[in-house]
């Protein structure tokens, strides 16, 4: 075996697709004054210190230790996020590239303002952290005179005593008079049965539209209700339970096939099918290059021991010690093979164009050097100390590269 260090240079960069994210165009409506039944759960969110706003723990402790009822969990996270966050009229039609959640939640709560990514996403962040089951829905929507928004939008799922609501905190929070945006809570956004508000908001999935008969593109943009009699009931409760159990490039797969399936009639369809498939590509090449990492690191501690090797032990460490040496790296290598694992059967496409087989062969070469350090680790333990200096045939490490 050589004491050299073998060098990888195989890197692949993760790059996200440019995509439109999601961003409300807000509705310009006139305030009605309507009675607030949540107002009791209200007051005991508006009296929070600044302090404990600041981050989604905090919050999460307040409302856990003042409410016990989902329901107040969920109107306490929905009616603070409402009134807190600030609609961001400047970037309501940007386009953005996609953000990891937990970024996106923790700007937002640093600055109070956002479009409805921020207010989705701080929403299902915090009733998720509640203990409630939450999920962020994208889609698209449609104008008061019923023509449709050129651009995406996101509100949520909730799902609360066994049953599913849909919330949105953006459309709840105000409106918008002439480039300004003009807080308001409206509770019409809180705790819609899907029924309803399929007439303003349709999912990209039509999975999310929660519904036994889901409409397609066509039908919510013409506003006629698909005919039961036309097509087999959906149980959308066994197909998120079964979401609920997938792992994320299977629930990245299923929901892009629900996706086509339901027809990809608009520019806003077929981007978010394209976004789907590079969230999925972006996932395995994450994996790869964890396990690529891995199997660097794995080789960088064998490198360490090799030239302990050469020096023939020296300084002479403890045989328990001796005993260990080895289990970092060989920690290393498995993690590296596991994840090399779940890339799946045949490997994806992305994965595939990378050479992938490099990296198995190198894992697969740095385990047989390991193993041979290991059986002369395990030699050297069972002899005799006198004995043991017998064992290093040359400095050149002529034992471990037979």
């Known amino acids: 075996m050589s004491s050299g260090r073998l060098r990888i240079c195989l890197i692949i960069s993760p790059a996200l697709l440019l995509v439109s994210q999601p961003a409300l165009a807000q509705k310009k409506r006139p305030p009605t004054p309507v009675p607030n039944p949540y107002a009791a759960v209200d007051r005991k969110m508006?009296?929070?210190?600044?302090?404990?706003?600041?981050?989604?723990?905090?919050?999460?402790?307040?409302?856990?230790?003042?409410?016990?009822?989902?329901?107040d969990k969920a109107r306490a996270a929905f009616?603070?996020?409402?009134?807190?966050?600030?609609?961001?009229?400047?970037?309501?039609?940007?386009?953005?590239?996609?953000?990891?959640?937990?970024?996106?939640?923790?700007?937002?709560l640093a600055q109070r303002v956002g479009?409805?990514?921020?207010?989705?996403?701080?929403?299902?962040?915090?009733?998720?952290?509640?203990?409630?089951?939450?999920y962020v829905i994208t889609g698209g929507t449609k104008h008061r005179d019923g023509t449709p928004a050129a651009i995406g939008h996101a509100w949520c799922a909730t799902r609360l005593h066994g049953q599913w609501y849909l919330m949105d905190p953006t459309w709840a929070a105000g409106y918008v008079v002439e480039e300004t945006f003009v807080p308001r809570l409206?509770?019409?956004?809180?705790?819609?049965?899907?029924?309803?508000?399929?007439?303003?908001?349709?999912?990209?999935?039509?999975?999310?539209q929660l519904l036994t008969t889901p409409y397609t593109a066509q039908q919510f943009q013409q506003g006629k209700a698909p005919s039961v009699a036309a097509q087999p009931p959906f149980s959308f409760a066994d197909s998120v339970a079964a979401y609920e159990q997938q792992d994320l490039p299977t629930q990245l797969r299923a929901t892009r096939r629900r996706v086509e399936r339901n027809g990809v009639k608009n520019d806003l369809t077929f981007n978010q099918v394209l976004h789907l498939k590079q969230q999925e590509d972006n996932y395995f090449i994450s994996r790869y290059n964890e396990a690529l990492e891995a199997a660097n690191a794995g080789n960088e501690k064998?490198?360490?021991?090799?030239?302990?090797f050469n020096r023939q032990f020296q300084p002479p460490r403890p045989d328990a010690e001796l005993a260990s040496l080895l289990l970092p790296a060989q920690a290393d290598f498995m993690h590296a093979r596991a994840l090399l694992a779940s890339l799946g059967s045949p490997l994806p496409e992305v994965i595939r164009q990378a050479r992938s087989g490099q990296l198995l062969d190198f894992v697969q070469q740095c385990e047989s050097r390991l193993q041979e350090s290991q059986a002369f680790v395990a030699k050297y333990l069972q002899t005799r100390k006198l004995f043991r200096p017998l064992l290093f045939r040359g400095s050149g490490g002529e034992y471990l590269t037979r």
């Open 302 to 308: 064998l490198n360490t021991f090799i030239s302990y």
């Open 186 to 208: 409206d509770n019409s956004f809180y705790k819609v049965s899907p029924a309803v508000l399929i007439r303003t908001h349709l999912p990209f999935d039509p999975m999310w």
């Open 79 to 108: 009616g603070w996020v409402a009134r807190s966050i600030r609609y961001d009229v400047a970037n309501r039609y940007n386009f953005f590239y996609a953000q990891v959640p937990a970024d996106l939640v923790h700007e937002t």
């Open 46 to 71: 508006a009296a929070l210190p600044d302090s404990t706003t600041r981050s989604v723990a905090s919050l999460a402790r307040y409302i856990n230790a003042t409410f016990t009822t989902e329901d």
């Open 115 to 134: 479009v409805c990514t921020n207010y989705a996403e701080l929403y299902c962040t915090l009733t998720k952290a509640s203990g409630l089951s939450s």
